[in-house]
């Protein structure tokens, strides 16, 4: 009988293997994708492209019972030869090949320079070859900064006591109601995709108190910007037993500031390679929706149009007051009118024209919507009955909060705009793996 | 101007606060739901449920400036009282309470009986009141076991320098093609929903040889069983420079060793709660699909009707023969028929009806499906011919070969049929927070 008991030990270093001082003078084993080759005469530079970055590899005229010759870009191969320090090379050292073999070779030459520091090809272009132009260095680099921010959500809410959950992403009616819906056919059941995990969060709260969820959320809006995808990967919490909305934002800020120092921490290299400094989250200001608008308004000389509404170039200039102002990149606008916010939106008590909600601004873009929701089964029902909505489809959602909830709220952050903004992206097409929009369904 | 700096300190405390040694015999702050009420005569005891587990409030007449009587099961309350130790308390200490406030208060008595240690009803009315049922602390300890898998996976993948990816679930044409696909409308454009990230995790092998994804999944199966849901969690990874599909085998090995770990650890009160015995994942044996069936149809004196196919009486079989013969909760079957794995499948050399490919049964059940893929090119072209099929819609899949890929493989593991084999439940929706099969599509 044959078992398996874990993983073998392979011959093949990784880079990180390649890094220990130990291993400079002996002779390894290395393997991965040709990324780039150049020929200077008698001395050939072939660099691989492995999972963790860049391994230069030296063909020295004769030295190499594989030929140089034969090697090709996007070929993956296999190379063995005196591990060097170099201090001109990647990481600092380099492979002197002695010998090796091709493992598999392309039938074509790539569409796009992706050896190139810098990937100068339109977004169009990128994105009709998606899984070639990912294989440039700072094209994946921005997905492994994705990577960490999902981490650190994670990392820091398990910290916090939250438990993770899976909810359904069919279902029979959406959860904030509404127009902008995909619908399709369940074994012949009208049917929808989530807009959000909202209803199932909140009933989870009376279960676990604090959960989350990262999932893909539907949209069907029909807007064609820089800032909108019709499917992205939504960040959601929800957290009971709290004193007031506050409670949330601070929770968020927690958060922010784990995930900066794991990305300062383990992102380094992908954060050198795109050149970013990363945000300022230690002190993150709070102001009311109507008082942010004042201000603006004085500063830069903008008449309020609308009292109940923020206008994207009102954000814009939102975050930028804070940022000359207190030298801020995030800001929190709280209170944001009744008539904007969905029917379980808390209202306040000392206004119920506005909310007991907030956005998270991020260089003046909303990146998270957030606030604290009603709890109690009567107000919500008379809400949805002052809405003149229905309450078809809701009882379950409804009897949650008959059967007693706690006083709890939540967020939902939206994983692409964040990327976007912290790696200096001015498309959310740009941060998301496969965009989905009104014209791209494909790859 | 206010800012908010993180997380500020909460009076109320949390059960791992509780019980550190020096809080016993001080006052006290607590808050949770009312999980149970026991009145005994001039004593009574109050049950809170928090998210970490039970607390016993004691009441003793006049001690309270809080009256028992005014509690009712599903409140939430803030209590305040004496720390004590009591062995006979869960978690051996309890607070005698001095007063406190109802924070909320239900309009309706519980529909099912909650507060009891194991919840006796049905499938179908836990189902029914989900967000009710599941406040059943044996009910909720499965979904915390579930969200240990979910870590375990990321964690040790993580540690293996793979990636995290999150592809879209919209698309213009099935990855695996077949009729189990749900259709919807995208803008007046024909599209579907995943059935896997196949496509995609291949792609990005290109990009980042090692990546994963944790994600639903969606399949129009008519199947109505105890193990087949049409919306499920899939636990995916995919991994580039394989020497053989066994490397793949071995990392799967690998994170159920890390995830037994970590529940062991981590989720020490959920198993105590479950009574569950973790399976052995020391060593895993592994047997070649075509001999699989003659172990079984010799020992069980069973007739082999095709040798093609594996029935689901035969795995229940195979399951049993290898705890028999060598006390093995898992089994890695391999070299599945070519016919009854998808194309892209790469098939044995050695003998081109099977594929260097493999099912993961636990306990008799599959729940992973892997191995290794075709990476060439020209021989996944010539598959797609052999098999009848077209390459409309492939493109882009395609594309990402031409242009060169190294050897890779990888698996998917179903999380639901994971949890359910490991918590011992013999229903997958029992391990579903909010299932969806034929017949349910809410809550």
Redesign the interface.
Same mark, same amino acid.
């Given at each position: 009988?044959?078992?398996?008991?874990?993983?073998?030990t392979?011959e093949?270093l990784?880079l990180?293997e390649l890094l220990a001082p130990e291993r400079v003078g002996t002779e390894v084993k290395v393997?991965?994708?040709v990324h780039s080759i150049r020929a200077m005469g008698e001395v050939s530079f072939v660099v691989l492209r492995?999972?963790?970055g860049l391994l230069q590899c030296v063909f020295e005229e004769g030295a190499s019972a594989l030929p140089v010759k034969s090697l090709r870009e996007?070929?993956?191969v296999e190379l063995f030869g005196l591990l060097e320090k170099d201090e001109r090379a990647p990481h600092g050292i380099e492979v002197r090949v002695k010998g090796g073999e091709i493992?598999?070779?392309?039938?074509?030459p790539?569409?796009l320079p992706i050896g190139k520091w810098k990937l100068n090809t339109s977004l169009e272009a990128k994105l009709d070859?998606?899984?070639?132009a990912?294989?440039n260095v700072r094209e994946?680099a921005k997905?492994?900064i994705?990577?960490g921010i999902?981490?650190g959500f994670?990392e820091y809410l398990?910290s916090?006591?939250f438990?993770?959950?899976?909810?359904?992403?069919?279902?029979?009616k959406g959860a904030e109601g509404g127009s902008n819906i995909?619908?399709?056919?369940?074994?012949h059941?009208p049917?929808v995709?989530a807009q959000s995990p909202q209803f199932?969060k909140q009933?989870?709260v009376?279960?676990?108190?604090?959960v989350f969820e990262t999932?893909?959320v539907?949209r069907?809006e029909?807007h064609n910007t820089k800032r909108h995808l019709?499917?992205y990967?939504s960040l959601d919490f929800e957290m009971?037993?709290i004193?007031s909305y506050?409670d949330i %934002?601070?929770?968020e *800020?927690?958060f922010l500031?784990y995930t900066m120092k794991l990305l300062a921490a383990e992102y380094a290299d992908e954060l050198r390679i795109l050149n970013v400094t990363l945000p300022n989250t230690?002190?993150?200001?709070?102001?009311r929706f109507d008082r942010a608008k004042e201000l603006v308004s004085e500063k830069y000389d903008r008449r309020i149009r609308n009292p109940y509404d923020l206008e994207p170039e009102e954000e814009h200039l939102i975050g930028r007051y804070f940022k000359e102002?207190?030298d801020a990149d995030f800001v929190?606008v709280t209170h944001y009118p009744s008539k904007k916010r969905p029917f379980y939106a808390m209202d306040d008590p000392a206004d119920e024209r506005f909310t007991l909600s907030f956005d998270l601004l991020f260089g003046g873009l909303e990146v998270t919507t957030g606030g604290q929701r009603i709890?109690?089964?009567?107000m919500l029902r008379e809400k949805i009955v002052r809405r003149g909505m229905s309450e078809e489809?809701m009882d %379950?959602?409804l009897? *949650?909060?008959?059967?007693?909830?706690?006083?709890h709220g939540g967020l939902g952050i939206g994983?692409e705009r964040m990327t976007m903004k912290i790696v200096g992206e001015e498309n959310v097409r740009e941060t998301t793996?496969?965009?989905?929009d009104?014209s791209r369904?494909?790859?």
């Open positions: 009988m044959e078992f398996l008991s874990g993983q073998t392979k093949a990784e990180k393997n991965g994708f492995k999972r963790e996007s070929q993956t493992l598999t070779t392309p039938y074509a790539l569409p070859n998606r899984s070639i990912l294989r994946r997905f492994r994705q990577e999902v981490r994670r398990t916090q006591q438990t993770e959950i899976h909810t359904p992403k069919i279902g029979a995909f619908k399709l056919d369940y074994f059941r049917a995709l199932y009933m989870m009376g279960v676990f108190d604090r999932a893909p539907f069907a029909k019709n499917e990967t009971g037993f004193d506050v %934002m601070e929770m *800020t927690g500031q230690e002190k993150i200001p709070m102001v102002e207190c929190f709890h109690d089964y009567q489809g %379950m959602y009897d *949650t909060f008959k059967y007693g909830m706690p006083k994983l793996l496969f965009p989905r009104l369904l494909e790859p």
